[in-house]
């Protein structure tokens, strides 16, 4: 069975520029989670969506949004790239809409903004 | 800012040691996670501890969820180099979870 799968693994934007990071789940979970790990830092949970709903949001500009697809997959958009958005994107997908279920992570995108 | 403060940062030990690695919050979770990365990966979950109190072993690591669910802590008994990586760990409260820094831990053969 496949895992969780991001892509792409990395990419290299300028700042101003927009980025869409993408991310499909196990097969069978509904809910997939983003999030931020600065180098050096644990993650930062950006947002969770469950049955292509939004279910939760962490403390990030309005630049970033997500969506999640009727096959539950999902992407991050980023606008208006900042030197600080450079990180390890992050994926988790989980069967149920709660965060004490188990969370899967994919290996992340890694994003340089230059 | 982090909301779960881990301790220590970094740690480097010989193959054979014993170490433990902490967690402390001053809010209170309804459950705790434990998870291992990988230079380059995503983080894999060890463990979930959800009662106060709770002890949970697997293998060579033991961990610990404090009596009042603020606080946990990771053991490791005879540390191998294959345990050396990042280790998290993550509270969960309500529908919102929160990471700590990490621990980065390195085992010298």
């Known amino acids: 069975d496949a895992g969780v799968t991001q892509s792409p693994t990395h990419l290299i934007k300028t700042r101003g520029q927009h980025v869409t990071l993408r991310c499909s789940p196990i097969?069978?979970?509904?809910?997939v989670s983003w999030y931020q790990q600065v180098l050096g830092q644990g993650p930062q949970f950006i947002f969770q969506?469950?049955?292509?709903?939004?279910?939760g949001r962490g403390n990030f500009p309005d630049r970033f949004s997500a969506r999640q697809f009727p096959n539950y997959s999902s992407e991050l958009n980023v606008n208006a790239l900042l030197l600080g958005d450079s990180a390890l994107y992050l994926c988790?997908?989980?069967?149920?809409?709660?965060?004490?279920?188990?969370?899967?992570f994919g290996q992340g995108t890694r994003l340089t903004v230059v | 800012t982090q909301l779960l403060e881990q301790s220590p940062q970094f740690l480097s030990i010989q193959e054979g040691e014993n170490l433990t690695v902490y967690c402390n919050s001053s809010?209170?979770?309804?459950?705790l996670q434990w998870y291992r990365q990988e230079p380059g990966e995503g983080p894999v979950l060890l463990v979930t501890?959800?009662?106060?109190?709770e002890v949970k072993k697997l293998k060579r690591l033991t961990f610990q969820f404090g009596d009042a669910r603020k606080d946990s802590s990771l053991h490791i008994t005879a540390a191998q180099p294959g345990d050396t990586g990042i280790y998290l760990c993550?509270?969960?409260?309500?529908?919102?979870?929160?990471f700590g820094a990490g621990t980065r831990l390195t085992v010298k053969p």
């Open positions: 988790a997908s989980r069967s149920g809409g709660y965060m004490n279920t188990e969370a899967f």
């Open positions: 097969s069978g979970h509904k809910s």
């Open positions: 969506y469950y049955e292509k709903e939004e279910r």
């Open positions: 809010s209170v979770f309804s459950s």
């Open positions: 501890v959800v009662t106060g109190g």
């Open positions: 993550a509270g969960v409260s309500g529908n919102d979870m929160r």
